[in-house]
């Protein structure tokens, strides 16, 4: 599986973004596809995620303002991202995981900056 990240760039603190991310793949249907974030300095935190079916988790710090959705017909999982804040500022990444939302990730994309300033 291969995952490529887009949509990154600098947004005001309340402010919006929405990532995307192209899957390229064998048996893409198998995966639950998630966002993850690394802040500098810090480590890399679990932020949403999604199945096939459209099953979703979510870090309790982000429910209600970030949503991730999935479009399977073009191999693409966006994340949408409302009244963002400057604490997370970091780098955004896109995962698969083939043992479900709270399985092991084991494909990752090459990251794609969020800069949110105050």
């Known amino acids: 599986v291969q995952l490529q990240a887009s949509g990154g760039g600098l947004a005001q603190s309340g402010g919006s973004l929405r990532l995307s991310c192209a899957a390229s793949?064998?048996?893409?249907?198998?995966?639950?596809l998630g966002w993850f974030r690394q802040a500098p300095g810090k480590e890399r935190d679990f932020v949403a995620a999604?199945?096939?079916?459209?099953?979703?988790r979510y870090r309790d710090s982000v429910k209600g303002r970030f949503t991730i959705s999935r479009d399977n017909a073009k191999n693409t999982v966006y994340l949408q991202m409302d009244s963002l804040n400057p604490e997370e500022t970091a780098i955004y990444y896109c995962?698969?995981?083939?043992?479900?939302?709270?399985?092991?990730?084991?494909?990752w994309g090459q990251g794609t900056l969020v800069t949110v300033s105050s």
């Open positions: 995962a698969a995981s083939s043992a479900g939302l709270y399985g092991r990730y084991l494909y």
């Open positions: 793949g064998r048996a893409l249907s198998a995966y639950a």
């Open positions: 999604i199945t096939w079916s459209g099953a979703t």
